[in-house]
């Protein structure tokens, strides 16, 4: 299984980026991904989920009503939509997939992770 993540950036603070996920090599068609990230000194944080198969999604509250996760599972692929950025996005963005499905929030519970891809809010 592999994961490739792209679409980081330095962007404004207000501004948008998109970022991609795509899976390849899974072993079935139910599966979750989420997006995890993670700050220097702080620990990793979900910031969003989505069932491939259900479409049903979950979000960090800090991410409630800015970001938006979408997924196409013919293409293997979900993208996160980040929008009104801040300073405190910034971090490096992973991709990661749970082959048992569910909208778990906990970071073990995943099986295989991208490299990340890094977003940079300037003040």
């Known amino acids: 299984v592999q994961l490739v993540e792209s679409g980081g950036d330095l962007v404004e603070v207000g501004g948008s980026l998109r970022l991609s996920c795509v899976a390849s090599?899974?072993?079935?068609?139910?599966?979750?991904i989420a997006w995890f990230r993670q700050a220097p000194g702080k620990e990793r944080e979900l910031v969003s989920v989505?069932?491939?198969?259900?479409?049903?999604?979950d979000y960090a509250d800090s991410v409630k009503d800015r970001f938006t996760i979408t997924s196409d599972k013919s293409q293997n692929t979900v993208w996160l939509q980040m929008n009104n950025l801040k300073p405190e996005d910034t971090a490096v963005y992973y991709c990661a997939v749970d082959l048992l499905q569910g909208l778990s929030f906990n970071y073990k519970e995943y099986d295989y992770w991208g490299r990340g891809t890094q977003v940079t809010v300037a003040t």
């Open positions: 090599g899974l072993p079935h068609e139910y599966y979750a």
């Open positions: 989505i069932d491939v198969s259900s479409d049903a999604s």
